[in-house]
């Protein structure tokens, strides 16, 4: 795996196919979490954590213990989701006895963070580009660390955006009915059409 | 509350995407043309009567602390099975869903019928109310599905609806789905204010 490759994978997943804007992963907290920057910049953090540790326990175990045993179909999602599961709860866990300052900024968010279809998203997404007609990719581990951690970087990005959108639209004199979510996604609708203009800029494989 | 109201419910009164706002992710992405629609809305619906029914039937079994991966094992069951029969008799619908077949299993809504409906009342209420809850979100994939590949490819179900319609192919790309989803949302909250003010 050359630098050229991991650089079309990181802009690739920050820019062209962006979780939210392109992929439509992770709407629920993008419009629950997003009336607030510091709600918004802890979940993007939270996520992008959890994201690159779920990469590099979910692709292990894909490549180790499922696929050589040939039951890849059948305990995918099953396997996956408890990883997800135990991870979180283990991150949560070293996170209040190590870094409590850490802990307070975001651990909050971090049980929500296993019903997130984003980090789940993500694992399933790594099996998909690094597995070619069920043969493993060179570099796979690597590659679907720093998709996993990119994924997260521009879900974080799509928070931010549109934790700053709404705090001044707090103030707006919006009709009545289309205050709240329903503003939110003609909103994101807005900033979607402007992600389209990244698509071909480079050429996924 | 009889099996009737609570199948009643889930469609109309307490509609998981558009009155709850759960389920976002699944509406928005297999809403492009009609027939990932009925696939997405099918699979949905088994899952949450398939679940639905097993946690009322484990419910007084599993201990409150470790109910939700308990929750999830069951719901990663269904979701296999789902896909497993996709893969092996609709392997085009399998490929449209792609992504967002295992995802099924993080849909927020098959979790809060399991926390919030099954995990209280016995099994043929919560056979009742996952029917309700996955014809509810159907419709409100359908609903959208019929939109945007109206306007977005001008077919329904594939075929060609109005000759010389000329297609808006925004309609099918993320945007689209971002603003369709906007003002249908914004049209059931100025309903629901509507019948505040009438009364």
């Known amino acids: 795996m050359d630098f050229g490759q991991i650089f079309a994978i990181i802009i690739g997943m920050i820019f062209v196919n962006n979780f939210v804007f392109a992929r439509f992963l992770g709407l629920c907290p993008y419009m629950g979490l997003t009336k607030e920057m510091s709600s918004a910049i802890g979940m993007g953090m939270a996520v992008v954590f959890v994201m690159t540790l779920a990469s590099m326990a979910t692709w292990p175990v894909y490549r180790y213990f499922l696929d050589p045993f040939g039951l890849e179909r059948i305990l995918r999602t099953a396997s996956f989701i408890l990883v997800i599961a135990a991870l979180v709860q283990f991150i949560e866990m070293v996170l209040q006895k190590v870094n409590p300052a850490l802990y307070k900024a975001m651990g909050i968010y971090l049980p929500i963070i296993t019903t997130n279809c984003t980090i789940l998203g993500v694992a399933v997404l790594n099996i998909d580009t690094f597995y070619k007609d069920g043969k493993p990719l060179s570099g796979g581990f690597l590659g679907s660390t720093i998709q996993g951690f990119s994924a997260g970087i521009g879900f974080t990005l799509a928070m931010v955006l549109m934790a700053s959108v709404r705090e001044r639209m707090e103030m707006a004199n919006i009709p009545k009915p289309l205050r709240g979510i329903p503003i939110a996604f003609i909103t994101a609708g807005l900033m979607s059409m402007a992600f389209l203009g990244f698509s071909g800029l480079i050429k996924m494989t | ?199």
């Open chain 2, 1 to 199: 509350m009889s099996n009737w109201q609570t199948f009643k419910t889930g469609i109309f009164k307490n509609n998981p995407v558009f009155i709850v706002n759960l389920g976002l992710c699944p509406t928005l992405a297999t809403s492009t043309s009609l027939r990932d629609a009925i696939g997405m809305g099918m699979a949905a619906t088994f899952v949450l009567v398939g679940s639905n029914v097993i946690v009322s039937a484990i419910r007084r079994a599993v201990p409150h602390k470790v109910r939700i991966p308990c929750y999830i094992v069951v719901i990663a069951t269904f979701v296999t099975i789902v896909e497993l029969f996709l893969g092996a008799y609709q392997p085009d619908l399998y490929n449209a869903l792609g992504i967002f077949l295992p995802l099924i299993v993080v849909n927020c809504i098959v979790l809060y019928r399991a926390e919030v409906f099954a995990s209280k009342n016995g099994m043929a209420s919560s056979l009742f109310d996952g029917f309700g809850m996955g014809l509810g979100f159907t419709c409100a994939v359908l609903l959208l599905a019929f939109i945007r590949e109206g306007l977005g490819k001008g077919t329904l179900m594939g075929y060609p609806v109005i000759p010389g319609f000329s297609p808006t192919g925004i309609m099918v790309l993320p945007p689209g789905g971002f603003m369709t989803m906007g003002l249908l949302l914004g049209f059931f909250s100025w309903r629901k204010l509507r019948t505040k003010e009438h009364k």
